[in-house]
Nanobody
Framework: QVLLVESGGGLVQPGGSLRLSCAAS????????MGWYRQAPGKQRELVAR???????NYADSVKGRFTISRDNAKNTVYLQMNSLKPEDTAVYYC?????????WGQGTQVTVSS
């Protein structure tokens, strides 16, 4: 089993920044692709950003140029740096670890962008 714990969410004004963290319980973290997803009330969960074990990244068009995903394998942690936040970024953000036999998910952290 892999436990994923997100942190760093909160309330921020439009144009502000937050950095989300996801800490994994396994030291073999480095072999997995990781992703950040988000889900707003009444909407489906969507992929925000993804990073492979080799460090390749991809982003949803809506966040490209504003968000950056990164990983620190020594700390078993993946990050999502969110800049120039917009109200439409408001959602619960979930950390995801990709696995053939079934993905692992964190509990989610709330991000609210409002003035």
């Amino acid at each position: 089993q892999v436990l994923l714990v997100e942190s760093g969410g909160g309330l921020v004004q439009p144009g502000g920044s937050l950095r989300l963290s996801c800490a994994a319980s396994k030291s073999v973290f480095s072999i997995y692709a990781m992703g950040w997803y988000r889900q707003a009330p009444g909407k489906q969960r969507e992929l925000v950003a993804r990073i492979t074990s080799g460090g390749s990244t991809n982003y949803a068009d809506s966040v490209k140029g504003r968000f950056t995903i990164s990983r620190d394998n020594a700390k078993n942690t993946v990050y999502l740096q969110m800049n120039s936040l917009k109200p439409e970024d408001t959602a619960v953000y979930y950390c995801n670890l990709e696995r053939r036999l079934g993905d692992y998910w964190g509990q989610g952290t709330q991000v609210t962008v409002s003035s």
